[in-house]
């Protein structure tokens, strides 16, 4: 089970740390990611993180930005956002994968609940 928190209401410029806590499953043997989902829009890939560790990607929207981390003794992944821009707003989801592409949901096995995150101008 994969519980996001972290979420709120910030003003641009702003930043936020979302947390993932994975309970039943360890975040070390899994690739995860995050997404988000604007009102009305697809879901899409914000940032993922290797099974090992050693490997980060973020979407170019967010490139220098927001950086994913992982702390394995906590078992929580991170997600750390600065700079935050109005079109960031978003519900942000964490995910595991085992196998497949990073930046396609559709190849993620297990996801959160989601938190709101929302950025005033």
């Known amino acids: 089970q994969l519980q996001a928190s972290g979420g709120g209401l910030v003003q641009a410029g702003d930043s936020l740390r979302l947390s993932c806590a994975a309970s039943?499953?360890?975040?070390?043997?899994?690739?995860m990611g995050w997404f988000r989902q604007a009102q009305g829009k697809e879901r899409e890939f914000v940032a993922a993180?290797?099974?090992?560790?050693?490997?980060?990607y973020h979407a170019d929207s967010v490139k220098g930005r927001f950086t994913i981390s992982r702390d394995s003794a906590k078992n929580i992944v991170y997600l750390q956002m600065d700079s935050l821009k109005p079109e960031d707003t978003a519900v942000y989801y964490c995910?595991?994968?085992?196998?497949?592409?990073?930046?396609?949901?559709?190849?993620?096995?297990?996801w959160g609940q989601g938190t709101q995150v929302t950025v005033s101008s």
């Open positions: 993180i290797s099974r090992g560790g050693g490997s980060m």
């Open positions: 995910a595991a994968a085992t196998f497949g592409g990073v930046r396609n949901k559709n190849d993620y096995d297990y």
């Open positions: 039943g499953c360890i975040v070390s043997n899994y690739r």
